[in-house]
C-alpha cells in the first residue's frame, strides 16, 4: 500500500515505540508519592519538557490531553470567554465546539480575511477567544496567525491555534506565532494516537476544566495521565525538530505530483495552488468526478488518500472547507486530498499518478495520458 494519508495521522516512529514499550513496564500511577509513582511522574516531566520545547514554549504550560480534539475544545471552554470567533475552515473540533462562534469568512485560496476578523473585533467590546488554525488540515493552506494575534491581542482578545499539522512542516513556535494557546497531537507528528496537548503561552493564564475528578495537570485536566503515550508523545516531538532536509524532499515529491498531475490530465485542478501551504500536501479535484470514487478505486489500487477531514468515523463528506472557499460545487465533491510524510519514496507517488490516471481516462476525461 501508498500511504498517502500523513494528515490524517502518521504511523509511530520505531524509536517511539520503543520508548513507549519500557514506559508500559512502569507500574507506578503518576500522582502516587511512592518510588514506582515518582518513576512514572518523572517520564511524563521529561516530556512536557520535551512539547515545551518544540512549541516554544514554558514546561508549566503544557496540559496533556487525550488528543487534538480534545486540547480544541478545552480551549474554548476553558478560557471563559463569553465571546468566540472561528474562521469558516477550521477542523470541526473548533466549529463543533463553538457552534454558535461569530465566522471568518476565507478568500477563493482559502486565506482568512483578516480585514473582517479585524471588524468583527471592532464591532463588539466584549473581550472574545479568536480560534484560527495554523494550516488547514484538507488544502494545506497556512494562515496568517502572527497577524491575527496582533490585532486580537489590540482588541483585548485571546487567540487560539490549531498547530496539529505543523511540527515537522512548518514552525508551531509560541513566541514566533504570538498566540495565547497552541494545540498539537501526537499521532500527526509520529507519535501514538489518543495523545495531544494545549501550550499555553503564559503558564498561568485562567483555564477551567471541563473533565473533572482529580488533580492532574495543574488542575486543568482531571484523570490519570497515559504515562506510555506521553512518553511517545515527548520523544516524536523531538523527533521532529530537524526535519528540514526531510521536508525539502518531500516538498519537491508534491510539487512533482502535482505538476504530473496536470500534465497527465489537463481538467484536474489544484485547490489552493497560489497560497502558502504545507510542503506536503496536495488537494487534487478531477471536476464532476466522486471523492468517494476516487478514494475507493485509489484504495482498490493499493493508494490510500483522503476526501476532506479524516475525523468524520469513515464517512467522506462534503467538505466545508472548500465550499467556504467558494468553489464551483462540482469542485467541492470531487476533491481529494494527497499528503505526504517521512515513509514515502517517488515510487509512491508514481503508483498514485498511474492509478489515478488511469481512472481519470476510464471515466472519460479527455487527454488523459499515462507517462
Known amino acids: 500500500m501508498a500511504y498517502l494519508d500523513y494528515n490524517a495521522g502518521a504511523s509511530a516512529r520505531p524509536e517511539v515505540v520503543a520508548a513507549m514499550a519500557e514506559a508500559l513496564a512502569v507500574a507506578g500511577n503518576p500522582s502516587s508519592v511512592h518510588g514506582p509513582g515518582r518513576e512514572a511522574r518523572r517520564l511524563i516531566e521529561q516530556a512536557r519538557a520535551r512539547v515545551a520545547r518544540l512549541a516554544g514554549g514554558a514546561a508549566e504550560g503544557v496540559v496533556f490531553t487525550s488528543g487534538g480534539t480534545e486540547a480544541n475544545a478545552l480551549a474554548l471552554a476553558g ?104 494545540t498539537l497531537s501526537a499521532h500527526k507528528l509520529g507519535g501514538p494516537a489518543g495523545v495531544g496537548a494545549l501550550v499555553l503561552a503564559d503558564p498561568d493564564l485562567p483555564l477551567a476544566p471541563f473533565l473533572l475528578g482529580g488533580g492532574q495537570e495543574r488542575r486543568r485536566r482531571a484523570g490519570s495521565e497515559n504515562t506510555a503515550g506521553i512518553v511517545g508523545f515527548g520523544l516524536a516531538c523531538t523527533l521532529v525538530e530537524d526535519m528540514d532536509n526531510v521536508t525539502l524532499e518531500i516538498c519537491n515529491m508534491r510539487d512533482w505530483l502535482e505538476a504530473e498531475a496536470l500534465r497527465r490530465v489537463p481538467g484536474a485542478v489544484v485547490v489552493g ?33 483522503s476526501a476532506g477531514s479524516a475525523c468524520s468515523s469513515g464517512k467522506v463528506g462534503s467538505s466545508h472547507v472548500l465550499a467556504a472557499m467558494g468553489l464551483a460545487p462540482e469542485i467541492v465533491g470531487s476533491a481529494i486530498r494527497v499528503s505526504l510524510g517521512v515513509g514515502n519514496r517517488e515510487e509512491d507517488v508514481e503508483k498514485f499518478l498511474a492509478a489515478w490516471v488511469d481512472l481519470a481516462r476510464r471515466k472519460g476525461f479527455e487527454r488523459a495520458s499515462a507517462a
Do not use: F, K, W, Y
Not at 116 to 126: K, M, P, T, Y
Open 79 to 182: 478560557c471563559g470567554r463569553a465571546r468566540v470567533i472561528v474562521s469558516d475552515i477550521e477542523h470541526a473540533s473548533v466549529l463543533q465546539n463553538a457552534p454558535s462562534a461569530e465566522r471568518i469568512p476565507v478568500d477563493g485560496e482559502g486565506v482568512v480575511d483578516l480585514a473582517a476578523l479585524q471588524r468583527l473585533l471592532a464591532a463588539d467590546a466584549r473581550p472574545a477567544l479568536v480560534s484560527l488554525m495554523l494550516a488547514n488540515n484538507e488544502t494545506g493552506v497556512i494562515q496568517p496567525v502572527a497577524e491575527a494575534a496582533r490585532l486580537a491581542h489590540a482588541r483585548g482578545a485571546l487567540l487560539h491555534c490549531d498547530a496539529a499539522q505543523a511540527p515537522g512542516r512548518l514552525s508551531q513556535h509560541l513566541g514566533e506565532l504570538g498566540v495565547d494557546l497552541l
Open 273 to 305: 495552488a497560489s497560497a502558502h501551504r504545507l510542503p506536503n500536501t496536495s488537494c487534487l479535484a478531477l471536476p464532476g468526478l466522486s471523492a468517494v470514487v476516487q478514494v475507493m478505486a485509489l484504495d482498490l489500487a493499493g493508494v490510500a488518500v
